[in-house]
């Protein structure tokens, strides 16, 4: 069953999956290696890094993620394309608006954090109701 599963897709195809696996081992193997670097020294922050790549590994298949790429996975395999890297683009995606998120919290923590209570309550009051 399985050599037949491999054989049924071109080399090319084949190829190419190889090669998305490949680069994401290689991406993860990154991120571990300069985690492991940074946090060598910190090993609560090394576990909260294990802990969020857990529950970031959760949310990947969460519903509406799952339903997401379905959807555009049918829509390219009924106009006869091959979906390999819908997963791959929807993750890379979706991880670069997480990011800019982060950034941005960080960076107006970073600005609220020098003023006092009620100037930092009035300015994330603001915030807040702008989200």
């Known amino acids: ?29 990154l991120a571990w290696a300069w985690a492991l670097l940074v946090f060598h020294a910190h090993p609560i922050l090394l ?41 791959f683009y929807f993750a890379m995606g979706h991880s670069t608006v997480v990011i800019i998120a982060c950034i941005a919290v960080a960076l107006a923590a970073a600005r609220i954090v020098p003023y006092s209570g009620a100037e930092a309550r009035s300015l994330g009051s603001l915030i807040s109701t702008s989200v």
Do not use: C, W
């Open 47 to 87: 576990g909260t890094a294990l802990l969020a790549y857990g529950f970031g590994l959760r949310h990947a298949v969460d519903a509406d993620h799952i339903a997401a790429i379905d959807n555009i996975t049918r829509k390219q395999m009924q106009e006869g394309r091959r979906p390999v890297t819908v997963g």
């Open 1 to 29: 069953m399985r050599k037949r599963l491999l054989t049924a897709f071109s080399p090319q195809l084949r190829r190419a999956v190889a090669a998305l696996y490949a680069l994401l081992f290689g991406i993860n193997l």
